[in-house]
């Protein structure tokens, strides 16, 4: 299987047969208990579904495969994957993130901070100097990073991340949910862990939700992360392993369309007279856009932010007044969505007041400028 490309792979989700029944797609394991043989041993891999289920089998091994990591573990949700990732960090260690992020990510590194007396640095996402100042040799455990950074899409380098990283005896973990391996494979760059919020892209029809992590080598933290997925109990249901594999399967066209179209809707605002911005990697103007031509390989995935000329109010009315675009938060379903960031993200939000963040769907791309058209020209914000 090794000759064939990664895309074809996973069409086929590696070439997956049912031994039992010549069925081209995985049975659903609903059982939460497994019964023993006449010698008491166990027929598979599992006793207790809390521990795994043989659903998660292929999709792991896909997921695996996909990012070129030694190991994958799905959870119940992104959240769950990372709380399980934060798990390993011990009492008097040390966490470094980006000041911009994924704020569920970062409301939770700042109770654990708390609660546990657990070292908590941000640096500036464009600034891998703040980066080095900002690890503790010998003390930080973990540099999380995120590229891009949602939602102004910073690109952050991540071989050059994971060699900070590495020199001061940390592990790179990297929240690739925006940058799938369609366009980046972060173990690549040298990265320890890959994560995934499965909840976007890779199940890409906003119906489960799922977290995955992909992992470098087999080692005792990986050791203990599938450990805490097992006792906090943070497993994915079969239906939704099920589910998200199905969706997996079309990452590659989805993903691809959805850059497409996302690259053309940047390009056409670009000098838009109601958009004071467009933020999007794969914008020439864009602060990442070179390390992003080097780190994403097959476009430059479909999120990105306007900068729209007028206050949080107007910013709003424009979420409100697009008929295509659905008012809504999340990303990388098949549906196009818009959204004013700094309203989901509360009052201590540093996004901008007039950011506008958009996942792109695989609509017809026309369609989708002509709906951002018709609702700023319903504004004049520009005025
Ligand atoms: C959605 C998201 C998460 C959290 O994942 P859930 O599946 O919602 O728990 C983490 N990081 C990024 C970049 C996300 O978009």
Request: hydrophobic content about 45%; some cysteine; aromatic content about 8%.
């Amino acid at each position: 299987m090794s000759n064939y490309k990664i895309e074809t792979l996973v069409a086929q989700a590696c070439h997956y047969i049912d031994a039992a029944t010549g069925g081209v797609n995985l049975p659903i394991q609903p059982s939460t208990t497994f019964a023993r043989d006449a010698d008491y041993q166990l027929v598979g891999n599992q006793g207790y579904s809390r521990s795994g289920n043989p659903t998660y089998d292929q999709l792991e091994k896909v997921s695996a495969m996909l990012d070129g990591g030694a190991a994958a573990l799905c959870f119940a949700s992104g959240m769950a994957a990372i709380a399980a990732v934060f798990e390993t960090v011990n009492i008097n260690e040390h966490i470094v993130a980006p000041r911009v992020m994924y704020h569920g990510a970062q409301d939770w590194l700042r109770r654990i901070s708390e609660k546990r007396a657990i070292g908590l640095s941000f640096f500036e996402a464009d600034d891998l100097d703040d980066l080095k100042n900002a690890v503790q040799p010998g003390k930080t455990s973990v540099v999380w990073i995120e590229t891009p950074v949602n939602p102004t899409w910073t690109v952050i380098d991540i071989a050059a991340a994971a060699e900070i990283a590495h020199s001061a005896g940390a592990i790179l973990a990297v929240d690739c949910t925006v940058a799938t391996p369609v366009t980046t494979r972060a173990l690549d760059f040298g990265a320890d862990i890959v994560f995934h919020s499965a909840t976007k892209y890779m199940n890409g029809h906003s119906d489960v939700l799922a977290g995955m992590l992909v992992t470098a080598k087999l080692d005792d933290r990986w050791e203990e992360i599938n450990f805490v997925r097992t006792h906090a109990g943070s497993v994915l249901g079969s239906f939704e392993a099920w589910l998200l594999l199905r969706g997996m399967r079309t990452l590659f066209i989805r993903y691809e369309k959805a850059s497409n179209s996302a690259l053309k809707i940047a390009r056409h605002f670009e000098n838009h007279p109601a958009i004071e911005k467009v933020l999007y990697p794969g914008l020439e103007s864009h602060q990442g856009h070179d390390i992003a031509k080097r780190q994403m390989q097959n476009g430059f995935g479909g999120m990105l932010s306007f900068l729209v000329k007028g206050d949080a109010d107007q910013a709003r009315q424009i979420a409100s007044l697009t008929h295509l675009f659905l008012p809504a938060t999340s990303l990388g379903g098949v549906e196009s969505l818009i959204e004013h960031r700094a309203t989901i993200e509360g009052p201590h939000s540093l996004v901008p007041d007039n950011l506008l963040r958009l996942s792109i769907g695989i609509e017809n791309s026309d369609d989708l400028v002509g709906d951002l058209e018709q609702a700023l020209g319903c504004l004049h914000v520009g005025d």
